[in-house]
């Protein structure tokens, strides 16, 4: 019976390391690379609805040059992206770097920090509409900047006023 056992051991023992030697395959070399790793680097917020976010990966990872109408004759391609919350109007040029955007998303969920804001500096109203716009150029463009902007529609019984904040939640004049 210990014997039985010891053989057993030592069987699967000696199979245990022969199946990674079997399971071992050379691969052929995989080189990534981020071609609009500014962009997402520039408009991520951490705090903005996942809408927004997912919309703007997709414009990132965008490949211009294997869509149907790329040609290499045209320097600049113009693509847009939708979801019913908002889209997204980017430019790409003929590598597939994309050069600016121009984001506009209506009532998504607002990041904390806009609405504490908002309800600490107006305690008696409700936000019944929201615009969040963000626009991206290039680095190296001559505007060369990002803005986020969220501009609230504010409601207390019959009275509105409207205002704008950045994604901060500091207000904009």
Known sequence: MKQSRVVLSLAVFIIGLNIPSLAQKVLPEVTVTAVNYKYIKSVTDTNAAESVKMLQRQAAVYDVKKSEFYEEDYDTYFISFFIPQGKILAAYDKDGKLLHTAEKFKNIQLPSSVRQSVTKR???WNISKDVYLVNYY?????QGETSKMYKLLLENGDKRIRVKTNE?????D
């Not at 290039?138 to 001559?142: E, F």
């Not at 901060?168 to 904009?172: A, H």
């Open 168 to 172: 901060k939640g500091e207000f904009i």
């Open 138 to 142: 290039d680095a190296n463009s001559k």
């Open 122 to 124: 107006f305690p008696n």
